[in-house]
């Protein structure tokens, strides 16, 4: 499984990981298993953008809102966050 996108909610003190991921194959949806498997991926992408916000050149490159606001980050510099791209 390759990990393409990690997306953290913070709703009304409830945390939503919408996890984004390629699979060949896998255990079937809604087993324990899966959910393991997705855990730990989400666990991995957390640890390996910590990992980059620490080491990396960080730059906001988007920002929208007034009072409620959305900054989007771009974080560079650090080698072991680099992913194969999956064709």
């Known amino acids: 499984m390759t990990l393409l996108r990690l997306v953290l909610d913070y709703r009304n003190g409830e945390l939503v990981a919408r996890v984004l991921y390629r699979s060949q194959d896998g255990p079937n ?5 899966r959910a393991r498997e997705v855990s730990e991926m989400a666990r991995s992408g957390l640890r390996d953008a910590l990992k980059a ?7 906001c490159v988007g ?7 959305e900054d989007i980050l771009v974080v560079e510099g650090n080698p072991e966050a680099k992913r194969k791209d999956v064709a």
């Open 29 to 33: 949806p809604g087993t324990k298993a």
């Open 53 to 59: 916000l620490d080491g990396g050149t960080v730059e």
């Open 63 to 69: 920002t929208s809102g007034f009072t409620t606001r």
